[in-house]
Structures are given as structure tokens and as C-alpha cells.
């Protein structure tokens, strides 16, 4: 991963952008982190963002995303009724550890649901939480190389950096910087009902627990 700017490199086009997100993510980290484990108290911050999702679905912002085409979207498009669930994922493209298991999941759920036969039913979503290197471009690129379906599968990012306080508590997503340009985070896989609420999390490594909760919830035939 590229080195961080010091005091005397001179900053790129944009760097003031890079900076602010970097910013932005370490003053909630602690906070965040705090909130989503109760005060410190529980042993795995994932069990208890599961079971407030589960118990507490969360309907879902106008958070102002632009997607890999350039095209504005608003994250609250997501939340209307539909007759598609949507999975999501939290991501940012320079990753190379927990994203890697989140990508993998993504192509294989587009694997089943192509199989099966449920687009229009069951939808992908990718989300990076790094609005200052996840450019359209660069959210593009990322999508060719994972052979994504843009019929069944979105890539989007913050269009402003001062909403990522707001993603990152609507998925309960603990983000650190990790001193070599890039970030620590808990991932997950979660699951947009067909009302538009987020109404689950699951093990990032598990999709074929998700999709069969899905195919199980489906009206009329599953594909199964």
C-alpha cells in the first residue's frame, strides 16, 4: 500500500479530500467502536450487531452514493419496497484481507442467483467506505476484474464524506487506520429485506447461510 503523505511530500489533486475521510474515520473510531460492543462490555461486537439488527431492523437513510457509472443514487432507493432482497457488503477497493472473503461471497451469491434464476429477486450491492480513493473509475475497475453483473450487481460510494458517520452506524461498521495507508474493519454480509429495512447480518464467510434463509423467505418458486 502506497506510504502516507508526510508534512513535507507534496499532496496530489485531491489529497485534502483523502485527508478529511482519514480524518473523519479515526475520530468515530473509538466511538463507534464503544457503541457497537455496549460500552466495551460485549465479548464479540459482530453477536451484538447481529442481534440489534435482528431485533431492531433499521430503515435506511438518503445517504448520496454515486455508483460505478457515475450515475447519483441515493441509499434510500434501496430502502423502498420491491420485490427484490438485496445483499450488501462494506468494502473499501485497497483492501487485502476481510474484503477478499466479502468479494468472494458477492461472486458467489451471483453465481447462485444467476444459476437459479432469481434476478429481479435477489440483488448485490458493494459499498466503499473510502469515498476519497473509491472513485467511479476505480469502483469500475474493481467491478470488471470480480466479473460483476451490473444488471445484478451495483458498486456505489459516499458522493460527500461528511455522511460516512452515518453508513458506518446504520451497518454498525468499526473502521481503524491501520498506520500503512489503509484500515482495519469489521465486515459482515447484509441482508436489505423486500421492504427496504436492513433486517439481518451475516458471517461474511457464510453467504450459502444467507442465501438459504432467502430462498426459504421467497414467495412462490425459490429456485432451490
Known amino acids: 500500500m502506497p506510504p502516507v503523505p508526510s508534512a513535507t511530500t507534496p499532496q496530489r489533486p485531491g489529497s485534502g479530500r483523502s485527508v478529511l475521510a482519514a480524518l473523519c474515520i479515526a475520530a468515530l473510531a473509538l466511538a463507534g467502536f464503544a457503541a457497537v460492543t455496549h460500552g466495551f462490555a460485549a465479548v464479540t461486537s459482530d453477536g451484538v450487531r447481529r442481534a440489534d439488527i435482528a431485533r ?20 434510500a432507493d434501496y430502502g ?7 445483499f ?3 468494502v473499501y477497493v485497497r483492501c487485502q484481507s476481510v474484503c477478499l ?8 451469491l451471483q453465481a447462485e442467483i444467476q444459476a437459479r434464476q432469481l434476478q429481479g429477486r435477489v440483488r448485490l450491492l458493494t459499498l466503499s467506505f473510502d469515498p ?4 467511479p473509475e476505480v469502483l469500475a ?35 481503524l487506520p491501520d498506520g500503512l495507508g489503509g484500515y482495519a ?13 436492513l433486517v439481518r447480518a451475516y458471517d461474511v464467510d457464510r453467504p450459502d447461510i444467507a442465501l438459504a434463509d432467502v430462498l ?4 412462490g418458486p425459490s429456485g432451490a
Open 56 to 75: 431492531t431492523p433499521r430503515a435506511l437513510p438518503a445517504l448520496a452514493l454515486v455508483d460505478a457509472r457515475g450515475q447519483p443514487l441515493s441509499l
Open 80 to 86: 423502498r419496497a420491491s420485490d427484490a432482497v438485496t
Open 88 to 90: 450488501v457488503t462494506l
Open 101 to 108: 472473503t466479502s468479494a468472494a461471497g458477492q461472486s458467489w
Open 132 to 135: 476519497a480513493n473509491d472513485t
Open 141 to 175: 475497475q474493481h467491478a470488471r476484474r470480480l466479473g460483476a453483473d451490473p444488471a445484478l450487481w451495483r458498486f456505489a460510494g459516499l458522493r460527500e464524506v461528511g455522511d460516512l458517520p452515518a453508513l458506518l452506524d446504520l451497518f454498525g461498521t468499526v473502521v
Open 185 to 197: 474493519h469489521n465486515a459482515a454480509l447484509f441482508l436489505l429485506d423486500r421492504s427496504g429495512r
Open 216 to 219: 426459504r423467505a421467497l414467495p
